[in-house]
């Protein structure tokens, strides 16, 4: 059983060497972590900050660029717009597959439960977005829906997606708001912020806790936001000036291994590690 703690918890911090910051951060194992900024390098780290492998063909397009699989193997996308997988070992890169012109695919996720790959893709130029949920043979499945019952467009720019405990798919997208998928795409909810604040959010990275909490940072005010399964405000996290180090959140990632809350910076290579919930 686990609730909220009234106030997080600064638990340690994680020097990654090898990038600027962390836009994004996948979890590997309860040492081990991807972590990529946006100048295409993404690196595995343990938590001591010993570098263990670098890519340097990562896609510098989106943010949220890779992902691991139930084996260990890492996805991601590349430079060419094609989705990737290199081994577990580190040894072996294959092609998954391609996403075809005029889309670039800008986000991914594969799906603990199934494997599937969800994929967050735009139109060159445009503001014309789609989500799509793949097998692994690079085979679409289904199409989101686009639209919501006002007929307004749900994706801007899908920067960063990933899935809850009840099968919903989240959708951070830069351009409009936290947007909640039902796992066949159909659009369940949309957040744009809490109701006293009067900035919109402006989503980054989101992931979801051990609670079916999601979690999302926000770079117009600096803030960890954290919202139940239904789109429900449930607390301001951090504010900028609690983060500790006084830096602006990025990525962001949930170890369900620990129940922690692993932030990065927009400012510097440091992650930090927080606890927010308790037996």
């Known amino acids: 059983m686990l609730k909220l703690l009234p106030e997080v918890v600064l638990e ?11 836009s994004h951060i996948t979890i590997l194992s309860s040492d081990r972590l991807w ?10 780290a343990d938590q001591s900050g010993t570098l263990l492998h670098t890519i340097s063909d990562v896609s510098n397009k989106g943010h949220g660029i890779h992902t691991v699989t139930s084996s260990g193997d890492l996805l991601y996308l590349d430079i060419g717009n094609n989705i990737c997988r290199l081994s577990s ?9 391609s996403i075809k012109e005029p889309l670039t695919p ?4 594969n799906s603990p439960s199934n494997g599937d790959l969800l994929v967050g893709m735009k139109t060159a130029g445009t ?3 789609k989500v799509s949920r793949f097998n692994s043979a690079g085979k679409e499945l289904t199409v989101f829906k686009q639209q919501d019952s006002k007929n ?17 798919v989240i959708i951070s997208d830069i351009k409009t708001a936290i947007v909640a998928m039902t796992r066949d795409g159909d659009f369940r909810f949309s957040y744009r912020g809490p109701p006293f604040r009067y900035r919109r959010l402006l989503a980054r990275a989101v992931c979801t806790d051990a609670l079916s909490n999601i979690i999302v940072n926000c770079a117009t005010t600096g803030s960890v936001q954290i919202i139940d399964k239904d789109g429900k405000f449930l607390a301001l996290l951090l504010e900028p000036a609690e983060t500790g180090l006084n830096l602006i959140p990025y990525g962001l990632a949930y170890d369900t291994e620990n129940n922690l809350l692993i932030i990065g910076s927009q400012s510097g290579n440091n992650l930090s590690v927080y606890k927010h919930l308790q037996k």
């Open 12 to 22: 340690k911090s994680i020097p990654v060497p090898g990038i600027k910051y962390s």
């Open 35 to 44: 972590v990529s900024d946006d100048f295409s390098k993404l690196v595995l």
């Open 89 to 97: 070992d580190g040894k072996s890169k294959t092609v998954l597959f």
């Open 106 to 109: 800008w986000c991914i996720y």
């Open 127 to 129: 503001l014309n977005s």
């Open 152 to 168: 307004k467009p749900l994706f801007g720019i899908p920067h960063y997606i990933t899935e809850n405990k009840n099968g919903d």
